[in-house]
């Protein structure tokens, strides 16, 4: 039976950010990934020349997070991010940017005036709320929205709730909105983190302001760099919601996806190894302990990092306790369908960086990626994504036909020079953040057997959601004395 320090199951960017990690504090790693792919969510490849993404992607809190702390302690390779620009809001008429704070509400004439009075009246009490303290993490959006408003504005906020939940407005909290729109922040502070990595070499450990300083000139694009100066100056809740900046700290990395996973791979020393189509079957448990980890052979290690969905792991560990296997139920999934479309030639609708919302009947999330970086679509043509969340009761073919059609609505230009189209169906996150759904602990029953990965955590979501995990993941292996 083959010995490593540490096992983790699955090579996503929250298996190969643990083996990152753990590999760093002196552990020897392997990482066992079923598909013949690495990068799981987080990664691109190309169809018929152009680059596509796992899903359209927003790097977020990219100027304090989790990922960005990450990043600066562990990486020996760093991405490049590109300014993420801003979001807009399409309909049949309009094409605006998505008001951040009450001031641009005011204006957005994209919804009746009298409707947008209403809205910032709630928004003000949900803040005022939640800044004295109150849980409003088991209210729903809509419980929360003043009645009698337009069916446009329903439909607005409930794409909004989409997007931040992927479920609809009735499911979707109003303590969620709150965090996902940046209003209330949740990170991990630079003492929380020192304490958790203090025992790293000290040379490795500098803190993310002096990195910060040292690779603003090489590593980010010029507009992002001002911005970041703007979102430094330490912001009081309140002035927040006057003059919210959400986009400022967000990034999409340059030659696309999978640069961000190519800059953790780059930055694994030899220690880890990872073995591709090699699926673990089963888990071995013998006095609350895993005595065996059974994939292409069976393998033993002092601790076991499990990253794929906590809710197949009653299928994987036999006796697992019944009360653990019926929390594990109640872990609420949603599902995408993303569909790139390659045009023919640059056309003026999607002239933009950033991303657009279209919340009409059936709500999307676009990004015309090769704006940022035209090497993802061959010359002169380019490169469009459009995210979804769609209805598990209908057919996939159903989903289809309502999403094309809703694409063809929104830019009736775009039909004639589509060049290339492109379909994936994912699960964004392995938890939804929606009322009452739960999610794992990165502790389970068995005493060297944890959990990492966007079912551990609701704070942010995707990437950002994963690094916070690892985080986490950091200090529960710190206090158990495992980290050394
Ligand atoms: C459409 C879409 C849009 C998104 N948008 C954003 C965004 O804008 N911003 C953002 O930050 N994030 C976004 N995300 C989310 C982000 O991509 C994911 O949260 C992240 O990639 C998840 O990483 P993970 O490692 O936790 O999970 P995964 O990527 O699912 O990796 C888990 C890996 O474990 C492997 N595995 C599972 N079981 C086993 C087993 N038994 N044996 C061996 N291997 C196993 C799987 O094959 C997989 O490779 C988006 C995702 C999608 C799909």
Redesign the pocket.
């Known amino acids: 039976m083959k010995k490593y320090d540490v096992v983790v199951?699955?090579?996503?960017?929250?298996?190969?950010l643990a083996a990152l990690t753990l590999s760093k504090h002196g552990k020897k790693v392997l990482v066992?990934?079923?598909?013949q792919h690495?990068?799981?969510?987080?990664n691109s490849y190309m169809v018929d020349g152009y680059q596509v993404d796992?899903?359209?992607?927003?790097?977020?809190h990219l100027v304090e997070g989790p990922f960005k702390m990450l990043m600066d302690n562990y990486f020996d390779y760093q991405p490049i991010f590109e300014d993420y620009g801003y979001y807009y809001i399409r309909t049949e008429r309009t094409f605006v940017k998505v008001p951040s704070n009450l001031k641009d509400f005011v204006t957005f004439d994209v919804l009746p005036r009298k409707d947008r009075v209403l809205l910032s009246q709630t928004l003000t009490k949900a803040f005022t709320l939640s800044s004295f303290g109150i849980d409003l993490s088991n209210q729903s959006v809509y419980e929360f929205m003043p009645k009698n408003l337009s069916e446009d504005t329903y439909d607005f906020v409930d794409a909004m709730c989409r997007s931040l939940s992927g479920k609809p407005m009735k499911e979707t909290s109003a303590q969620r909105v709150l965090y996902g729109s940046s209003f209330v922040r949740d990170s991990v502070t630079q003492e929380q983190f020192d304490a958790i990595i203090r025992k790293l070499e000290p040379n490795k450990h500098q803190s993310a302001e002096s990195i910060l300083a040292s690779i603003i000139p090489y590593h980010l694009h010029a507009s992002l760099q001002s911005r970041m100066t703007k979102i430094k100056k330490p912001f009081t809740s309140l002035e927040r919601l006057a003059t919210n900046d959400v986009n400022g700290s967000q990034g999409y990395p340059r030659k696309g996806?999978k640069a961000l996973l190519n800059a953790v791979l780059y930055s694994l020393p030899e220690s880890v190894e990872i073995k591709t189509e090699?699926?673990?079957?089963s888990i071995f448990v013998q006095d609350g302990k895993v005595s065996g980890i059974e994939?292409d052979e069976i393998y033993s290690s002092d601790i076991v990092i499990?990253?794929?969905?906590a809710t197949?792991l009653p299928r994987?560990i036999k006796d697992l306790p019944p009360e653990y296997i019926a929390d594990l139920k109640n872990i609420v999934h949603n599902k995408?369908l993303?569909i790139w479309l390659g045009m023919e030639k640059e056309i003026p609708e999607f002239k933009y960086t950033g991303s657009e919302i279209w919340f009409k009947e059936l709500a999307y999330w676009a990004s015309p990626i090769s704006n940022y970086d035209p090497s993802l679509a061959p010359k002169d043509k380019q490169l469009i994504g459009f995210?979804f969340i769609i209805d598990e009761n209908n057919t996939e073919e159903h989903e289809l036909k309502k999403a094309y059609d809703t694409i063809f609505r929104a830019v009736p230009k775009a039909e004639k020079y589509v060049d290339m189209q492109h379909e994936?169906i994912?699960?964004?996150?392995?938890a939804t953040v929606s009322i009452g759904g739960k999610f794992a602990d990165i502790r389970t029953p068995i005493k060297n057997f944890y959990v990492?990965?966007?079912d551990t955590d609701k704070r942010s979501?995707?990437?950002?959601?994963?690094s916070y995990?690892i985080i986490e993941l950091l200090k529960v292996l710190n206090e158990d004395g495992k980290l050394y």
Do not use: D
Request: net charge positive.
């Open positions: 199951i699955g090579a996503g960017i929250s298996g190969l066992l990934e079923k598909r690495i990068g799981g969510n987080c796992t899903g359209v992607h927003a790097i977020t996806l090699c699926e673990v079957k994939a499990y990253t794929g969905f197949e994987l995408s993303t995210t994936q994912t699960i964004p996150e392995k990492a990965g966007t979501m995707g990437i950002t959601r994963a995990s």
